[in-house]
């Protein structure tokens, strides 16, 4: 049998209660979060490419994602948090949708193994707490163990593979 290598991969789709307490996110020495605007999605979609080069996700090039991001109806700025280093590069992002559903988390290679995910996802989780959802999800590769021991400790559960 043949394997299509664009076939989807198997993915769990994991979620949160956002009614049990959250940790304030501890970001690591030298970050800094900052506020999305238009001008910094090229630096994103660069961030998404980079972090996703060695697999565990895709992205379109860049004018197709930013039109299909930009104007989808669950697009909003607000949810999309953006952390960059001491000399202003882009080093992690949480994209979500206004259904407190986690689109993107990527974090640069180099910054991976210090925390920046889970303090992103950490402010995730205030920043829909604030809103008043009750509950976020996402999707995560099902063999990515890293990934999901992440999520795990961070007090999410698999609610469907």
């Not at 930013?66 to 000399?87: I, K, M, N, R, Y």
């Not at 509950?135 to 021991?149: C, F, Q, R, S, Y």
Request: with cysteine.
């Amino acid at each position: 049998m043949i394997k299509n290598a664009d076939a989807p991969k198997p993915a769990l789709r994991m979620r949160r209660v956002l009614t049990a307490p959250v940790l304030s996110p501890a970001w690591p020495a030298g970050t800094r979060l900052v506020t999305f605007a238009p001008e910094r999605a090229a630096g994103v979609h660069a961030l998404l490419a980079a972090a996703y080069a060695n697999g565990g996700g895709s992205v379109p090039p860049f004018a197709q994602w930013w039109t299909a991001v930009s104007h989808d109806a669950e697009f909003d700025p607000a949810l999309c948090f953006v952390v960059q280093d001491a000399s202003g590069r882009m080093i992690g992002v949480a994209q979500c949708w206004t259904s407190a559903f986690v689109k993107d988390l990527a974090v640069h290679p180099d910054w991976r193994r210090r925390g920046l995910g889970r303090a992103l996802l950490l402010h995730t989780f205030h920043a829909f707490s604030m809103r008043g959802v009750g509950a976020i999800d996402l999707k995560v590769e099902a063999g990515n163990a890293a990934a999901i021991a992440l999520y795990e400790s961070l007090g999410m559960h698999v609610i469907a593979s």
